[in-house]
């Protein structure tokens, strides 16, 4: 019994190490989308069926593992899509593999009331490891119901769900510990990955995500046959900014034009911050024509648009704006940003508040 314990909480850990992995990309919740939901229910429903075949068998053809950890884990990851397509594993293997007899049955109908309990607590208000010693609480009581029913001696039932109980509890106490730990390692990738690709005032892309993405598209487009423009703007006099109502005031005019050209352009677009006052955005499947005028849009709504400082005093600035596209402006899109600085430093030059 302990040995076949011990591999049933080894299988459960590295499957939970394994996810990690798999899913280290993105944070897996109830909120996920369905593909993710369904793969999440798929593994752990087969890490139960693997957790069923190393259990150890009892009398009247009972079998105690820890499947209903390998449920509770796809519940908590993904919610009641995935959890449900667990449980439907669980049962076909439990009648197809150990046959239709009254302990399968009783099995599989033990998991069903167990998924709908098991919802009902995952919708309380119950913090993450309340309702994780809930799940596993009452896992432990409909197992000891489900014995009895089956066993109908006293004495072997306590010494069974006895042993199962504290075996459960240790092994749910380390997958919990480890999930916490997964959790918070997987959210701090995130958090780093998200910060290494964005500038911190504005929430842009920045300059190092510029250029992989830049890079990236270079090499489709001349293969693709597809247009491509590039807008460089500079904010006009930001230094007399800086230093009239202080560089806190020049973070809050950074913050709010950032928000200015993310709604002027389209969705798709890609903007981010070259540092200091310098913004580009990448316009995909962009004739020249086309790029002028979301420029000049972005130039008019900068005019417009009253700037809110510190001590809520308000002020206005404007942007000057250069295009560059692919293939009319230039046959390389590798120089698309060089043309779109000179246009930029044309604009400047000539009086500034300019698309050129």
């Not at 593992?65 to 439990?94: E, H, P, Q």
């Not at 098991?118 to 009581?141: G, H, R, S």
């Not at 006099?237 to 806190?248: A, I, L, Y």
Request: net charge neutral; with cysteine; glycine share 4%.
């Amino acid at each position: 019994m302990v040995n076949s314990l011990f591999i049933n909480a080894s299988i459960l850990i590295s499957v939970l190490y394994l996810t990690s992995q798999i899913f280290k990309e993105q944070k897996i919740t109830s909120q996920s989308d369905l593909k993710t939901k369904i793969s999440v229910g798929i593994l752990f429903g087969l890490t139960g069926c693997l957790l069923m075949f190393n259990g150890f068998s009892l009398p009247s053809n009972m079998i105690m593992d820890f499947r209903v950890i390998a449920l509770i884990i796809s519940l908590i990851y993904c919610g009641s899509i995935s959890s449900i397509i667990t449980v439907m594993i669980l049962i076909v293997f439990r009648l197809s593999y150990f046959g239709g007899h009254t302990a399968s049955l009783l099995a599989a109908a033990n998991l069903t009331t167990l998924w709908i309990i098991l919802n009902m607590i995952l919708k309380t208000k119950l913090d993450f490891a309340k309702k994780y010693i809930v799940m596993i609480v009452v896992n432990i009581c409909t197992s000891f119901i489900a014995t009895w029913i089956l066993i109908r001696d006293v004495n072997m039932v306590f010494n069974v769900v006895a042993r199962y109980a504290l075996a459960t509890a240790i092994v749910s106490t380390v997958v919990y510990f480890v999930l916490s730990y997964i959790y918070r390692t997987n959210e701090l990738y995130l958090r780093l990955k998200e910060e290494a690709t964005r500038d911190f005032l504005t929430g842009l892309y920045n300059v190092r995500e510029f250029e992989k993405v830049t890079n990236e598209l270079f090499a489709t487009i001349v293969q693709r046959k597809e247009n491509l423009s590039l807008l460089m703007i500079d904010i006009d006099f930001f230094k007399k900014v800086n230093d009239t109502f202080g560089h806190s005031s020049g973070d809050l005019v950074l913050k709010q034009l950032s928000t200015i050209i993310t709604s002027s352009c389209r969705s798709f677009d890609i903007v981010s911050r070259q540092g200091g006052e310098e913004f580009t955005v990448i316009l995909l499947g962009c004739d020249h024509k086309t790029a002028l005028e979301i420029a000049e849009r972005i130039r008019k709504n900068v005019e417009d648009h009253l700037f809110i400082i510190d001590k809520n005093e308000e002020i206005k600035i404007t942007v000057s704006i250069g295009v560059s596209s692919y293939p009319e402006v230039t046959n390389d899109p590798h120089h698309l940003l060089h043309e779109a600085d000179d246009a930029l430093y044309f604009a400047k030059r000539n009086g500034r508040n300019l698309v050129k």
